[in-house]
């Protein structure tokens, strides 16, 4: 999914964001921001992809500041409230394929423009998919042997797990988390705080630090287990931003929650709506 318009607003808003996580120095802040912006400015354009732009921002922000990791408050705290979350919505989920499915789509509610206690709010309620491909999901699940699982956010193992323990019975499942800080986006480092590291058995990551994928930066081991994956399960906006660029070949299934405009508008349904989507 190529840039919009409207994609440079959210990148900007992105950039202090970041910076402003990043150092508590004002002086610093506003000539990261700055420097932030003139990168924006430099490598905007209709013909790239929102995640390439999105990890030059966070290199230039993190270089500048000296700071691997500027979103990790916020990653605890997701974690946490993920954690309790989880354990008091479970039960109301675990009801077959679609229940778990939804439960996993919850997750993906987690949304670093957003206040924490709106997302706590959101996950309580329950959901329904726009596209609701669901019954396909299921189908090609049961027939598969490989499944790679693509991570998103902090916090959302504790919602990918009972999904992950329903598809261990059909094929062997790869979690896979991003290598370095990036964002709120899931590491090592997090699944290990969540201690969930050993219930998922195969962990791997993209090899990268950037939000979605970036095959030019990805691993060559990453890019093995893609190309041999018989479904690519895909969490998160930024996943399938770059995913859908690739010719659809009927092995890459989306579940995310849509946050923003465009990639609402991409997928043709209204703003915040949840997608099940096998292409």
């Not at 607003?9 to 202090?16: A, H, N, T, Y």
């Not at 790869?174 to 050993?198: F, H, M, R």
């Not at 630090?209 to 287990?225: L, Y």
């Amino acid at each position: 999914m190529k840039l919009s318009p409207n994609c440079y607003d959210c990148l900007k808003r992105l950039i202090v964001q970041a910076a402003s996580m990043a150092t508590n120095d004002v002086v610093e802040r506003e000539c990261v921001i700055k420097e932030g912006i003139n990168i924006l400015d430099t490598h905007f354009s209709q013909d790239q992809i929102s995640i390439i732009v999105a990890t030059k921002l966070h290199d230039a922000i993190k270089s500048r500041t000296k700071n691997p990791d500027p979103y990790r408050a916020m990653k605890d705290t997701e974690i946490a409230v993920a954690r309790m979350l989880s354990h008091e919505l479970k039960n109301n989920h675990n009801h077959g394929f679609t229940g778990l499915l939804r439960f996993a789509a919850m997750g993906n509610a987690i949304d670093f423009f957003r206040p924490i206690e709106l997302v706590k709010q959101e996950m309580r309620q329950s959901i329904s998919f726009a596209i609701d491909m669901s019954a396909e999901f299921e189908t090609r699940l049961k027939s598969a042997g490989d499944i790679l699982y693509l991570a998103d956010n902090a916090g959302e193992a504790f919602f990918d797990l009972p999904l992950v323990r329903w598809m261990k019975q059909y094929a062997r499942v790869t979690y896979v988390v991003k290598s370095a800080p990036v964002q709120n986006d899931i590491t090592v480092e997090e699944l290990n705080i969540s201690g969930l590291t050993a219930e998922f058995d195969n962990v791997m990551t993209t090899g990268t630090a950037t939000p979605g994928i970036d095959f030019a930066q990805a691993s060559a081991e990453f890019k093995r287990h893609f190309a041999a994956a018989d479904i690519v399960f895909a969490k998160g906006m930024g996943y399938y931003e770059a995913l859908s660029e690739l010719p659809s070949d009927g092995r890459i299934l989306y579940c995310l929650k849509a946050k923003c405009q465009p990639v609402s508008d991409s997928l043709n349904v209204p703003l915040h709506s949840y997608v099940a989507l096998l292409q």
